[in-house]
């Protein structure tokens, strides 16, 4: 499948009704600046769309595996609470024996104060995702820095591009002035010379031929220094469209890292990757401290492998993850806030689908809009997406 058809078919997928508020702005692709008629701008433009649209793509594929994983968890839930009322006394009973041989090691645990018990069980949740998650998290922050001194590095560039054309035009309007001052003075010198030549008969052609050269040299002067800048202006407004289709670039990479970001802190339950860093070492520290237990875990594993079975009995995609939230298989209350936490994630990841593809949306629309208008550049604009496509494949 192409890329254009990639885009269109996640389009295609029914929305999920949960609100979806975008609290950032972005610079979209223009072309104001652009001239569809030179083939080195129209091509640059319509590649950039292509890498919006490219970009996108990529995010939208990896945020759908975690989407469909957070769904699954749902899921589970669901076919749980569908069993009858035999199967969900076993549920509860193996469950309760879990959470009193877990109960018997805090008790062993907070003889050694290595960490909290709440702070083992988070980490044990999210074992599964270590140490990629750390590694994922860490790089995140550090992009989000990168890209942050990017952002500041165009949009300093960009002010800087705008005060020269700012220059630039005031210094065209001068030369402007000076033309007119140029031509005033000539004129009077003509006419003052006329009159002296006239009243004491005086020859003043040298006078005349001095005014027109002194004229002639400062038009001269004016004419070189206006078009020099009008050549430089043209660069300027091209180096302004350059860097704005950059930040667009940048900002859509920012937006994406800033939701990745979010979206791990709450996975995670962090406020940093330090944070997670220490939790995990603590975390490795406890089991190995743990192995004293090996007689009580021994029962631990004998009422998990039961638990399991039965929850494999009730269909679900990931029985195992019950062995560590065994406490809402009883308490209702904590069911709610698993499937409160889950919806929160379900929603950050479709949030981020949604952008993603609005954004995909745009630039393939751009791109469709272009060929619109300018049906005589259509084959060669496609063929430029057939390449790009062939080159992605």
Not at 9 to 31: A, C, I, M, S
Not at 59 to 83: C, F, H, K, P
Not at 101 to 127: C, F, Q, T
Not at 293 to 316: H, P, S, T, Y
Request: aromatic share 8%; with cysteine.
């Amino acid at each position: 499948m192409g890329l254009l058809g990639k885009i269109k078919g996640f389009f295609k997928k029914e929305p999920e009704t949960f609100e979806n508020v975008y609290d950032w702005e972005e610079e979209t692709l223009k072309r104001d600046n652009i001239d569809m008629h030179d083939k080195k701008q129209r091509e640059h433009y319509v590649k950039a769309c292509l890498e919006q649209m490219s970009e996108a793509a990529r995010e939208l594929d990896a945020l759908g595996g975690e989407y469909n994983l957070v769904t699954s968890y749902l899921t589970d839930m669901e076919e749980i609470e569908a069993q009858n009322e035999e199967v969900k006394e076993q549920l509860r009973t193996y469950a309760k024996k879990i959470l009193d041989i877990g109960n018997s090691k805090e008790r062993l645990d907070k003889k050694r104060h290595i960490m909290k018990m709440e702070d083992y069980v988070r980490m044990e949740r999210i074992e599964q995702y270590m140490p990629d998650g750390y590694n994922k998290l860490k790089e995140a922050e550090d992009y989000q820095v990168l890209v942050k001194k990017d952002m500041g590095r165009l949009e300093g560039e960009k002010h800087a591009y705008y005060f020269r054309r700012n220059e630039l035009i005031n210094s065209q309007k001068n030369m402007k002035g000076i033309t007119a001052i140029c031509v005033g003075s000539m004129l009077f010198l003509v006419v003052m010379l006329a009159v002296i030549g006239s009243a004491w008969h005086l020859d003043v052609s040298i006078g005349y031929a001095i005014a027109v050269l002194v004229a002639a040299s400062a038009l001269a002067f004016v004419f070189v220094k206006f078009h020099e800048a009008q050549r430089e202006l043209v660069k300027v407004e091209k180096g302004i469209n350059k860097l704005v289709l950059l930040q667009n670039t940048v900002k859509i990479r920012y937006v994406n890292n800033t939701n990745l970001l979010e979206y791990l802190y709450v996975k995670y339950d962090v406020d940093s990757s330090n944070e997670l860093k220490k939790l995990w070492d603590k975390y490795l520290e406890e089991n190995i401290q743990r192995e004293q237990e090996k007689q009580m875990q021994q029962d631990m594993d004998f009422n998990q492998a039961a638990l399991v079975k039965i929850l494999r009995g009730c269909n679900l995609a990931d029985p195992n993850i019950w062995l560590h939230q065994a406490e809402a298989l009883i308490d209702n209350k904590e069911m709610v806030e698993i499937r409160h936490g889950l919806i929160i994630r379900r929603q950050k990841l479709r949030k981020q689908m949604e952008y993603n593809a609005k954004v995909a949306q745009e630039a393939q629309d751009e791109v469709k809009d272009i060929v619109d208008k300018y049906p005589e550049y259509a084959e060669k604009i496609l063929d430029l997406v057939s390449d790009y496509e062939k080159a992605l494949a």
